[in-house]
């Protein structure tokens, strides 16, 4: 598999490119920051996603959809990421999405998404630190079921329409089998939604579900077979973060080089010192094997073979690469970097959010470690 664009992606990612920075770039994130924006996204904004049809990147032309991959999507998500565009995209148009395929209450969610009616939220993390373990409850209760428990960091959770619930329907916590994956409505009794600032300013929530009622339509996929679903959901999720991280870690560079072009000390550009010309030279090379890492497993996941391991060492290496170029982008900015005038500091902010999510790089190299018997 070539490790580039064919000449159609090159297409998506110029439209994208233009319509983000023009309609959602870092101003307009700082905007619904300062406005102490309770949506933590604008609806209008998400219209406009879908009128390009770009909400139905993955959905299936069958559904009404544009049927294209994961490589379509990430050129999106980069660019999402360049900008710090605050955007369901991520949660909605590709985890939830992937999650959905297939099942029989696509139906009832795809023309919502599809026509930027309707937004997602995941709720699968329950600890401080994503785990994969699942404890909240499922019971059986008439013709459907009974959740109890909570959920922790479910992005939009607080306003979305619907929620991807992963639940214990037997087992123990930590057992692969034993899981299933719920599609509850924002309007569904005793489900209570707090919702958090995080460090770069968006909102999740952490849902409370005291005995929430739903019926047998409400499963995603098989019931106890939910890791079949839930594994394809956060194998999308992870590699969706991660081609949102190398947005992030772009936009931080980009900003950097600039800087260092019109930045004078001595009389000349700092960049003409050869120390920050290695140290530029260094995040660049990072970057671009980690973009290449981001785009193998894109292209295992379109081939339908196991990008199981190559989503892994995608999200631990832009996890890596994303901490350096944010880094050095605030290091190299000097005390300008640290004020919040200057827009290099939201960067080293969502990509600290976008690193824990799904997964951080100790937990994605604990995962090769594992799978290579150690």
Do not use: C
């Not at 009974?146 to 916590?173: C, E, N, Y």
Request: aromatic letters at 6%; hydrophobic letters at 45%.
């Amino acid at each position: 598999m070539p490790l580039y664009l064919t000449d159609e992606q090159q297409m998506l990612r110029d439209t994208a490119k233009d319509f983000v920075a023009e309609h959602a770039p870092v101003s307009h994130m700082r905007a619904l920051r300062d406005a102490n924006d309770a949506t933590g996204f604008s609806r209008d904004l998400w219209k406009q996603f879908a009128e390009l049809g770009l909400t139905g990147v993955l959905v299936p032309e069958a559904d009404g959809g544009l049927g294209l991959g994961h490589v379509e999507a990430g050129v999106v998500l980069e660019e999402i990421g360049r900008n710090l565009s605050p955007s369901p995209f991520l949660a909605t148009a590709v985890a939830a999405v992937e999650a959905l395929k297939g099942s029989a209450i696509r139906e009832q969610y795809f023309p919502g998404i599809i026509a930027g009616e309707t937004v997602a939220a995941l709720a699968i993390d329950e600890g401080r630190k994503h785990d994969g373990a699942i404890a909240l409850k499922a019971e059986r209760s008439g013709n459907g079921f009974r959740l109890t428990g909570a959920k922790q960091f479910v992005t939009h959770g607080h306003v979305a329409d619907v929620i991807l619930v992963a639940a214990r329907t037997a087992g123990s916590p930590d057992d692969d089998e034993g899981v299933t994956l719920f599609a509850i409505t924002k309007d569904a009794a005793d489900l209570t939604a707090d919702p958090q600032r995080l460090a770069d300013a968006s909102l999740a929530a952490r849902l409370e579900l005291n005995g929430v009622e739903v019926d047998a339509d409400a499963v995603i996929g098989d019931v106890d077979q939910g890791r079949i679903v839930l594994n394809r959901l956060l194998a999308a999720g992870r590699t969706g973060a991660s081609a949102e991280l190398v947005g992030v870690a772009g936009g931080a560079a980009d900003m950097t080089y600039a800087y260092l072009k019109d930045r004078k000390q001595f009389g000349v550009p700092i960049g003409s010192f050869q120390a920050l010309q290695h140290r530029a030279a260094h995040l660049y090379s990072e970057m671009e094997v980690a973009r290449a890492a981001v785009l193998k497993a894109q292209q295992l996941l379109d081939a339908g073979q196991d990008a199981t391991q190559a989503v892994s060492v995608a999200k631990a290496m832009t996890g890596l690469a994303t901490t350096l170029a944010v880094q050095e982008g605030v290091q190299m900015h000097g005390g300008i970097g640290m004020t919040d005038e200057y827009d290099i500091g939201f960067y080293m902010k969502r990509a600290r959010v976008l690193a824990e999510m799904f997964g951080d790089t100790n937990f994605h190299a604990d995962q090769l470690a594992v799978a290579a018997g150690y």
